[in-house]
């Protein structure tokens, strides 16, 4: 099993940037694919960004590719979200995921392990 707890969220203006992060703690995290997902009040909960085990194959959602990125640091046990150019549409909880896969997925029910999400309002 992995624990994960994301940190990072705040209230930002439109235009502004946050990093999101997400902290691993249990079993090996390089063994995981990691995904970023939103949820925003009386919606669904979205996909936003995943990445492979080594961090070399990445995924976007279509909302924000060009002005968020994933990344993460297996050393450090975390996952990383960088949001820039953010937009009053991405405010959401965000929640970062872990999946026992090769290939990191886009779809919610991959997704084995769950945070307890971070709130992000941006401002208009």
């Known amino acids: 099993q992995v624990q994960l707890a994301e940190s990072g969220g705040g209230l930002v203006q439109a235009g502004g940037s946050l990093r999101l992060s997400c902290l691993a703690s249990g079993r090996a995290f390089s063994y995981y694919a990691m995904g970023w997902f939103r949820q925003a009040p009386g919606k669904e909960r979205d996909f936003v960004a995943a990445?492979?085990?080594?961090?070399?194959?990445?995924h976007y959602g279509g909302s924000v590719k060009g002005r968020f990125t994933i990344s993460r640091d297996n050393a450090k046990n975390t996952v990383y979200l960088q949001m820039n150019s953010l937009k009053p549409e991405d405010t959401a909880v965000y929640y970062c995921a872990a999946n026992v896969a090769v290939v990191p997925s886009t779809e919610r029910r991959d997704y084995e392990y769950w945070g307890q999400g971070t709130q992000v309002t941006v401002s208009s």
């Open positions: 990445i492979s085990r080594g961090g070399d194959n990445t």
